[in-house]
């Protein structure tokens, strides 16, 4: 099954704003001294990057044009 370029276009508007979250939630965890070593710093950090090539292959889902990877591949 895929997803139409609105479809993909929606669930990345809602997924967007959970994605710059999880950035503010990294940045705030380093800032206040957690360890590069610290297995809940590490999962967030797992989560922002995964969250992030969600976004990014939604948004090439959403394009006309089929930027960046063709249409098949990212819906």
């Not at 939630?25 to 590490?42: N, V």
């Not at 969600?54 to 249409?71: D, Q």
């Amino acid at each position: 099954m895929k997803l139409t370029r609105d479809q993909a276009a929606a669930v990345f508007k809602r997924l967007h704003s959970t994605t710059g979250f999880l950035v503010r939630m990294r940045e705030r965890m380093e800032r206040i001294g957690f360890l590069r070593s610290d297995r809940l710093l590490q999962r967030a950090k797992d989560a922002e990057n995964a969250m992030r090539d969600l976004c990014m292959a939604l948004h090439y889902a959403s394009c006309e044009g089929g930027v960046g990877e063709p249409r098949d591949r990212c819906a």
